[in-house]
């Protein structure tokens, strides 16, 4: 049996709800697939996630990170980072993200970047339409999520 699982921060509420409309905003412009905001903490790794249940309960407790600073919108390597908003590194994100790379290097080598993707897909934005939005100077997280994450961004 193959799995494709990624282990995803999720935004708040209020931060899900605007960065929800940058994706949107994005895949209507560029006929690209939409996705839910998120920011892998380890990404595609084939084991079965119900394995690791009992982990991720008791590292929930972690996944509440407010305040993390976004820098600049940027263009990136298609298809995951087509367009994406870069964020800097705060105590507890570092804490949590090693905490989850410990348990799950054994699987696969995965090289932490915290950002926000706001499109994927085989295209090249227009440099241009990053200012069609003005990013959010914060983005607040409030849980975890395991995350089946196909090759096909519409899956």
């Known amino acids: 049996m193959s799995y494709n699982w990624s282990v ?10 605007i960065l929800t ?12 697939d939409r996705f839910s905001p998120h920011l892998t903490l380890f ?14 309960n008791k590292v929930k407790s972690k996944s509440k990170i407010e305040k993390v ?13 087509t367009m994406y908003m870069q964020l800097s590194l705060n105590k507890n994100l570092i804490e949590l993200q090693k905490k989850i790379d410990k348990k799950f290097k054994l699987y696969r080598n995965y090289k932490f970047d915290p950002h926000v993707s706001l499109a994927y897909g085989n295209f090249t934005p227009d440099k241009k339409d990053i200012s069609l939005i003005s990013h959010e100077e914060m983005i607040s ?4 999520a395991i995350v089946n994450t196909p090759n096909e961004i519409k899956n």
Not at 21 to 32: D, F, N, P
Not at 43 to 56: C, D, I, T
Request: hydrophobic share 35%.
């Open 8 to 17: 995803w921060l999720l935004p708040i509420a209020k931060d899900k709800k």
């Open 21 to 32: 409309e940058y994706i949107t905003m994005y895949s209507k412009l560029y006929g690209s």
């Open 43 to 56: 990404g595609r790794m084939k084991v079965n996630p119900k394995s690791f249940y009992s982990f991720f």
């Open 69 to 81: 600073r976004t820098f600049s919108i940027k263009i990136g390597d298609p298809p995951w980072k």
């Open 141 to 144: 997280f409030s849980s975890i």
